[in-house]
């Protein structure tokens, strides 16, 4: 069920299925005490105390259902916003209210800019994947008001639950078993969600594949009993503003045991249908950018396949020709991901791009690097791009920290019979697979790693469990940032 968003600058009459929420922190302390009084009641307590991380107030009698939640001063504001809204909403679908209003009062002069935050983490606290429960408990809100007192912000709510219905579309990707999405499906699913939302797609079967001669994809896809396939995905808008696309690059493994490396650690392979999450967040950006009818030209890459330890797979000491004809010595079949990633990459050149950015759930060393808190990034392009992308990380709280890529990586990848081997060792494993990546770069580029915050196993207030959706939103505010209000 997909749940309405909307703003509003009254607040809606009281009702027994609505619970109303004042959102109150030490920066709005006076203007939420203002709005109360005003609208609720003189003769309910307003204070510091009412104001701290995590306090609540209920005032529950008749149809009024007030709800009084402390934000607290958090280091971040926004995030502190997201938080405690998840909190509201969870609250909501566990006394089965549907309905839910949330005011966040600004003090004066104060930026409306939370006011994203709010609507963002309202839809994504209220998801489900339910696709497979015979008794589907469906969560009891249907509907979210965002009160405030600027009309302007109807705008700012509207374009979050775009961009939260983008990232619910990476999330059921990601959530989807193998057993249904397969790389053909994938593909079917990106042409679905572009004739959605307004993007092309393009769809190279096996037979495309082997005659462009990608022998990454190729050689991953020897083990499995289904085609590969590699999905062009095209948000061309009539006058954009970038005269080269920006092109976004996702590893589509739909399904990874390792290959004849067979994971060989228990539960490594229990959650490997996530294996596609940075395909997943490839396709929920060209949703998000084609709903929000951003003025920017993008491209989207997904290289798709299942990597499986069949009997004609792809064996360690193969040596694979690549795309650009490129030679990648096999020293082990689970370092598949950059197998894909290499092909696509070189063939992101045909696009004369001005910015590349891969995202992929590529090493556990990544994961233990900075777990599930943020991404691994690498780049070769310049410090205020690298800058923005932070930047814009910190905004939606999907943060980025820099790994180098120092020419001493590039040694541990060479090899004695090709021109580099598929692994660097165990030393910097997350650098030497985004050295390996660069070898098939000759644009600006940024290599995401996102292994640790893609998939959780325990749930993250809004970011959920397992699928996050992780990198639409981070990406979508990059996009917007960079090339459409500068």
Same mark, same amino acid.
């Given at each position: 069920?997909?749940?309405?968003?909307?703003?509003?600058?009254?607040?809606?009459?009281?009702?027994?299925?609505?619970?109303?929420?004042?959102?109150?922190?030490?920066?709005?302390?006076?203007?939420?005490?203002?709005?109360?009084? !005003?609208?609720?009641?003189?003769?309910?307590?307003?204070?510091?105390?009412?104001?701290?991380?995590?306090?609540?107030?209920?005032? $529950?009698?008749?149809?009024?259902?007030?709800?009084?939640?402390? #934000?607290?001063?958090?280091?971040?504001?926004?995030?502190?916003?997201? !938080?405690?809204?998840?909190?509201?909403?969870?609250?909501?679908?566990?006394?089965?209210?549907?309905?839910?209003?949330?005011?966040?009062?600004?003090?004066?002069?104060?930026?409306?800019?939370?006011?994203?935050? &709010?609507?963002?983490?309202?839809?994504?606290?209220?998801?489900?994947?339910?696709?497979?429960?015979?008794?589907?408990?469906?969560?009891?809100?249907?509907?979210? /008001?965002?009160?405030?007192?600027?009309?302007?912000?109807?705008? %700012?709510?509207?374009?979050?639950?775009?961009?939260?219905?983008?990232?619910?579309?990476?999330?059921?990707?990601?959530?989807?078993?193998? $057993?249904?999405?397969?790389?053909?499906?994938?593909?079917?699913?990106?042409?679905?969600?572009?004739?959605?939302?307004?993007?092309?797609?393009?769809?190279?079967?096996?037979?495309?594949?082997?005659?462009?001669?990608?022998?990454? &994809?190729?050689?991953?896809?020897?083990?499995? $009993?289904?085609?590969?396939?590699?999905?062009?995905?095209?948000?061309?808008?009539?006058?954009?503003?970038?005269?080269?696309?920006?092109?976004? #690059?996702?590893?589509?493994?739909?399904?990874?045991?390792?290959?004849?490396?067979?994971?060989?650690?228990?539960?490594?392979?229990?959650?490997?249908?996530?294996?596609?999450?940075?395909?997943?967040?490839?396709?929920?950006?060209?949703?998000?950018?084609?709903?929000?009818?951003?003025?920017?030209?993008?491209?989207?890459?997904?290289?798709?396949?299942?990597?499986?330890?069949?009997?004609?797979?792809?064996?360690?000491?193969?040596?694979?020709?690549? *795309?650009?004809?490129? /030679?990648?010595?096999?020293?082990?079949?689970?370092?598949?991901?950059?197998?894909?990633?290499?092909?696509?990459?070189?063939?992101?050149?045909?696009?004369?791009?001005?910015?590349?950015?891969?995202?992929?759930?590529?090493?556990?060393?990544?994961?233990?690097?900075?777990?599930?808190?943020?991404?691994?990034?690498?780049?070769?392009?310049?410090?205020?791009?690298?800058?923005?992308?932070?930047?814009?990380?910190?905004?939606?709280?999907?943060?980025?920290?820099?790994?180098?890529?120092?020419?001493?990586?590039?040694?541990?990848?060479?090899?004695? &019979?090709?021109?580099?081997?598929?692994?660097?060792?165990?030393?910097?494993?997350?650098?030497?697979?985004?050295?390996?990546?660069?070898? *098939? /770069?000759?644009?600006?580029? #940024?290599?995401?790693?996102?292994?640790?915050?893609?998939?959780?196993?325990?749930?993250?207030?809004? %970011?959920?469990?397992?699928?996050?959706?992780?990198?639409? !939103?981070?990406?979508?505010? *990059? $996009?917007?940032?960079?090339?459409?209000?500068?």
């Amino acid at each position: 069920m997909t749940m309405k968003l909307s703003h509003a600058t009254q607040l809606p009459p009281a009702a027994t299925d609505l619970i109303q929420v004042v959102l109150i922190g030490n920066h709005n302390l006076e203007a939420a005490r203002a709005l109360v009084r !005003r609208e609720f009641s003189d003769e309910i307590p307003v204070g510091e105390a009412q104001a701290e991380k995590g306090f609540q107030t209920l005032r $529950i009698t008749g149809t009024q259902n007030l709800m009084l939640l402390g #934000v607290g001063d958090p280091t971040d504001l926004h995030e502190g916003l997201r !938080r405690a809204v998840h909190t509201a909403v969870s609250f909501t679908n566990d006394h089965k209210y549907k309905r839910l209003t949330l005011a966040c009062p600004k003090s004066e002069g104060q930026a409306a800019e939370y006011i994203t935050a &709010i609507s963002e983490s309202a839809y994504l606290s209220n998801y489900q994947f339910l696709t497979y429960k015979t008794k589907k408990e469906v969560n009891s809100l249907e509907a979210v /008001t965002i009160y405030s007192s600027d009309a302007a912000d109807a705008a %700012r709510v509207a374009r979050a639950a775009k961009i939260a219905e983008a990232t619910t579309v990476a999330r059921d990707l990601v959530n989807e078993p193998v $057993i249904t999405l397969t790389a053909e499906e994938l593909a079917a699913r990106a042409q679905a969600l572009g004739q959605r939302f307004g993007f092309a797609v393009e769809v190279f079967n096996k037979q495309k594949i082997r005659s462009l001669k990608m022998g990454g &994809i190729l050689a991953v896809n020897l083990g499995s $009993i289904d085609p590969p396939t590699f999905s062009i995905l095209e948000w061309k808008p009539e006058h954009p503003v970038n005269a080269q696309p920006v092109v976004l #690059v996702g590893k589509g493994v739909v399904y990874d045991t390792g290959g004849l490396s067979l994971k060989p650690t228990a539960n490594s392979m229990d959650f490997m249908k996530s294996d596609m999450a940075g395909a997943a967040a490839v396709i929920g950006t060209m949703c998000s950018v084609s709903a929000l009818e951003l003025p920017v030209h993008v491209i989207g890459l997904v290289p798709a396949t299942d990597n499986r330890p069949g009997q004609l797979a792809y064996t360690p000491g193969d040596v694979i020709t690549m *795309f650009d004809g490129s /030679t990648v010595e096999v020293l082990n079949t689970d370092a598949e991901g950059r197998m894909l990633l290499a092909d696509a990459l070189a063939y992101a050149k045909k696009f004369d791009p001005e910015l590349v950015i891969d995202l992929a759930t590529l090493t556990g060393a990544a994961v233990v690097a900075v777990g599930t808190h943020g991404s691994v990034m690498m780049s070769n392009t310049p410090e205020a791009t690298k800058s923005a992308l932070k930047d814009a990380g910190q905004r939606v709280y999907e943060r980025l920290v820099e790994l180098p890529l120092w020419e001493e990586y590039r040694e541990q990848l060479k090899s004695d &019979i090709a021109d580099l081997k598929n692994i660097g060792g165990r030393a910097a494993g997350s650098a030497t697979a985004g050295k390996f990546l660069e070898h *098939f /770069t000759d644009y600006p580029w #940024v290599h995401l790693d996102i292994a640790g915050p893609s998939f959780l196993h325990n749930t993250d207030s809004y %970011r959920g469990k397992n699928g996050s959706g992780f990198g639409v !939103r981070l990406l979508t505010e *990059f $996009i917007q940032r960079q090339y459409v209000t500068q």
